[in-house]
Each structure stands twice: as C-alpha cells, then as structure tokens.
C-alpha cells in the first residue's frame, strides 16, 4: 500500500515568489493535514481537509492556502514568499474511508523542504 | 507555557536499557495522545497511539497515559542504535470536527549508545 506522496521534495524559490505543494494521500483516507516544521519552532499546524472542506486552520497568514479534490489530493499554496517561510511542509493523511470514526492518528509524508532566498 | 512539554535531551541510553520519556499537557479536554519517531532529515513515523488511561503495549514500546495528572509517557525497552531518534509527543485537544489537528511537543532526541 502506497504512502503519502508529496511533490516536489525540494524546491528553492526567491522572496516574493509564490509557490505550490502537492499531497496525495493513503489511498481511503479522506482527510489531510498539513503541518510546517522549523528548527525553531517545530511542528506547526497549517489546516485540515475533509470532504474537499477546510475543517480546520492554524495561526499562519493568509499568505497560506489550501484546498482539497474530490480524489482527496490537496494542495497548498504560499504566496508573497518570505525568508521566514523556509521550512519542511508535512502533508499527513487520516481517517481510512469504511470507518465510522477517525482515530486522530497521522501519517506523514516525507515532506517538501522548502528554501526561501 | 507551551501546550504540550517534553525534555529536550538528548538522552543517553546504553544499548539494552530502557528508555523513558515524558510528555505532559495543558488542556485537560484532550482526548488522543501519539507518539512519533522521526529520524534525521526524514518525517515523523507513528509508533504509538492511546486514548484511555493505563498502559499500552507494543512490542518494545509501551505507552502510559494519565489523564488525572496530564501525563503520557513512552518506554523504549532492550533499546537498539537503531531507535536514536527525536521522539515526538502529540496530543489532540479538539474531540470533534479536527481529527488532524495535533499539538505537538518539541521533540526528546534519543542516543543509544553500543
């Protein structure tokens, strides 16, 4: 069974640039997560996705956005780069499609190492 | 104060000994509480997941939560290079509407050494 798949796993870009990040998720699962990961201050939530609705969204600027495909592939979006936006952005899956709840548990891809410039 | 605490470490454990990490939080509504391992460079890996109080074993690894004092816990027993690592604890402090939404502790690095 194939995992989270994130694309591109590296990427450079320039201040003020835009830039967007791709996640399929386990095939059945039908929500996704996104979380930004610094040295400085770990792993930070961005926003959930389920049924192609955004459920939930974290302290960031609205700089950051994303959205959902019926397939439940997502996509996030950073516009107007900034330096501070270097990061490792973590795409996660949950909630195996056949069950009734969600177990909260996450299960991450290997992520998109973004540098800003 | 940070929601979700945990040493920083690192922590030295000789090969075969066990490895305890602790993990506490502030919301006393939460209700689900992870464990992750993530290597150097790669992503977090989910090892561990409980929901009750108690203990919960998995192979080496062995969860303990206590909701009464907001404590979770994680034992790496016969501890192996391989498990040197940063250990994150994650906890959900939302009960409805935002499953993937987790606090995260900044991390306990573990070294085993041979």
Same mark, same amino acid.
């Not at chain 2, 993530?38 to 997941?49: C, D, N, R, T, V």
């Given at each position: 069974?194939?995992?989270?798949?994130?694309?591109?796993? #590296?990427?450079?870009?320039?201040?003020?640039? /835009?830039?967007?990040?791709?996640?399929?998720?386990?095939?059945?699962?039908?929500?996704?997560?996104?979380?930004?990961?610094?040295?400085?201050?770990? *792993?930070?939530?961005?926003?959930?996705?389920?049924?192609?609705?955004?459920?939930?969204?974290?302290?960031?600027?609205?700089?950051?956005?994303?959205?959902?495909?019926?397939?439940?592939?997502?996509?996030?979006?950073?516009?107007? *780069?900034?330096?501070?936006?270097?990061?490792?952005?973590?795409?996660?899956? %949950?909630?195996?499609?056949?069950?009734?709840?969600?177990?909260?548990?996450?299960?991450?891809?290997?992520?998109?190492?973004?540098?800003?410039? | 104060?940070?929601?979700?605490?945990?040493?920083?470490?690192?922590? %030295?454990?000789?090969?075969?000994?066990?490895?305890?990490?602790?993990?506490?939080?502030?919301?006393?509504?939460? /209700?689900?509480?992870?464990?992750?391992?993530? #290597?150097?460079?790669?992503?977090?890996? *989910?090892?561990?997941?409980?929901?009750?109080?108690?203990?919960?074993?998995?192979?080496?690894?062995?969860?303990?939560?206590?909701?009464?004092?907001? #404590?979770?816990?994680?034992?790496?027993?016969?501890?192996?290079?391989?498990?040197?690592?940063?250990?994150?604890?994650?906890?959900?402090?939302?009960?409805?509407?935002?499953?993937?939404?987790?606090?995260?502790?900044?991390?306990?690095?573990?070294?085993?050494?041979?």
């Amino acid at each position: 069974k194939a995992g989270v798949t994130q694309t591109p796993r #590296y990427l450079i870009k320039t201040r003020g640039q /835009q830039v967007t990040l791709s996640c399929s998720p386990i095939s059945g699962h039908r929500s996704v997560s996104w979380y930004q990961q610094t040295p400085g201050q770990g *792993l930070q939530f961005l926003f959930e996705y389920f049924s192609e609705t955004q459920r939930n969204k974290g302290n960031f600027p609205g700089r950051f956005s994303g959205r959902q495909f019926s397939n439940s592939r997502s996509e996030m979006n950073v516009s107007t *780069l900034e330096l501070g936006d270097s990061a490792l952005y973590l795409c996660a899956s %949950s909630f195996p499609s056949g069950r009734a709840t969600n177990t909260g548990e996450l299960f991450f891809g290997e992520g998109s190492r973004l540098t800003v410039l | 104060q940070k929601e979700v605490e945990q040493n920083s470490g690192p922590l %030295s454990v000789p090969e075969g000994a066990i490895a305890s990490l602790n993990c506490t939080y502030s919301d006393r509504g939460s /209700q689900s509480f992870f464990w992750y391992r993530q #290597y150097s460079g790669k992503s977090p890996e *989910l090892i561990m997941s409980i929901y009750s109080n108690g203990d919960k074993e998995d192979g080496r690894f062995t969860a303990q939560l206590n909701k009464a004092s907001q #404590y979770v816990s994680l034992l790496i027993r016969d501890s192996q290079p391989s498990d040197s690592a940063t250990y994150l604890c994650a906890v959900n402090t939302q009960t409805t509407d935002s499953w993937g939404k987790l606090q995260f502790g900044a991390g306990t690095q573990v070294v085993v050494t041979p």
